[in-house]
């Protein structure tokens, strides 16, 4: 057996410093049934038998019979072990970056219920132990360390941006007491943005704004950490994904916010919510949720009311993989819109058996793999054809940018906007 780098070592150690018998289950667990196939985007669009999910985790599986079952090191032709080295490594990225949204759906399809998605997690994992993330996708981390935001918005051109959208706030309400109140303490609300938003889709602030107004919220932006997405879960760096996280928690506690309400954003949600407490390996003292939940409490509560005649034209909903199949966030985006809008038409699949828009897992960051994603994307785009919507909602910004682009390549005609956005344009003011 060829000798293994320090790096080669590092991504061993990654199968075997697993702290429970979870990654082992998983990998004895497939049994090649091959019924995940029609799960995929991947493989339902190319037909290629490489992006089958089950073979994505045999690839994982064959380095761990090679280097950890006594078969495996000694006959591992016989039991289809294979070797760390320059080609499988180049194999992994490919199908573990680069032909994979970690959508989950073939998780969900699974019929021995093996964690396809948490498989090549590991994978991936690996590879970045080795330094082997796509530049594009690393460089997207590399700016949320570095500046706190993974745009490297300077604090100065972001405070514009929110002092220019508080003065729209005010012209719109026809309050000179409105606000959009920054790194203010003891706020009920520590609301957090997607950098796209305050570079490319300020108006996604500019709802939220008039929504806490309308609710009479007490609430806050803090402008030294406000990233709601971590890109490093998708890199899926434990180390880096964990600082990302952790400064988002140090400053909700700076700030002392009662609750931290995350963006439209599905992994964003997904990394703070649910990942973050096992990165740091701490419970949060605060509460945790999304802002589709947020709007869904406030109509409940009539602290928010909704006039669903101002809009008729026919809206659809696309379920961000992360809120719904990964997150259980199925019913609520609905009870929303069906507050906010007069004519609302599900997707086939909808809820938790949606396709992925195909910018997940990263690939809106990775310019590699920017063919592949458009062509998978095809999928989404006749779905939203066979709606007849003119309106297509998602509460997911990575959602949202993957979605204009499918609108401008298939020419599908159709108008892309965030549930807050959707929401703002029924608010009744008093």
Known sequence: MAELSDKQQKALAVL????????????????????????????????DPRFVPARKVDLVSSMYRRYFTMTGKLFPRLTDARQLNDQTTAEMVDQLFGACTLCGRCTLHCSVGVDIGYVVRVGREMLSAMGCVPATLQSTVNAALQTGNNMAIPTPELTD??????????????DPGASIPLNRNNANVLYTLNPREPKF????????????YAARES???????????????FSCNPGEAG???????????????????????????????????????????????????????YIRTDRIKLDRTRLRETVTLHDPCNLVREGGIVDEQRFVLKHA????????????????????????????????????AEIKAEQIRRTGASIVVSPCHNCIDQLMQIDSTFKLGVKIQTLAETVADALILS
């Open 16 to 47: 075997s410093g697993q702290k429970d018998s979870r990654l082992i289950t998983h990998l004895n667990s497939c049994v090649r049934c091959g019924l995940c196939a029609e799960s995929c985007m991947y493989y339902v669009t190319t037909g």
């Open 161 to 174: 941006t929110l002092s220019w959208l508080e003065d729209e706030l005010r012209a719109e309400v026809n």
């Open 201 to 212: 889709f300020p108006l996604s602030i500019a709802a939220m704004a008039k929504i806490f």
């Open 219 to 233: 609430w806050t932006i803090s402008t030294t950490m406000y990233d709601v997405t971590n890109y490093a879960y």
């Open 243 to 297: 600082i990302i996280a952790e400064r988002l928690f140090r400053e909700v506690l700076n700030l002392q916010a009662k609750r931290c309400v995350l963006a439209e954003c599905g992994h964003g949600s997904r990394a703070f919510r649910w990942e973050a407490p096992n990165y740091l390996q701490t419970s949060f003292p605060f509460d945790v949720l999304t802002s589709v939940e947020l709007l869904g409490e």
């Open 341 to 376: 809008v007069e004519k609302f038409v599900e997707m086939t699949p909808h809820g938790i058996d949606n396709f992925c828009c195909g910018g997940g897992g990263g690939q809106l960051a990775m310019s590699e793999y920017s063919s592949r994603r458009m062509n998978i």
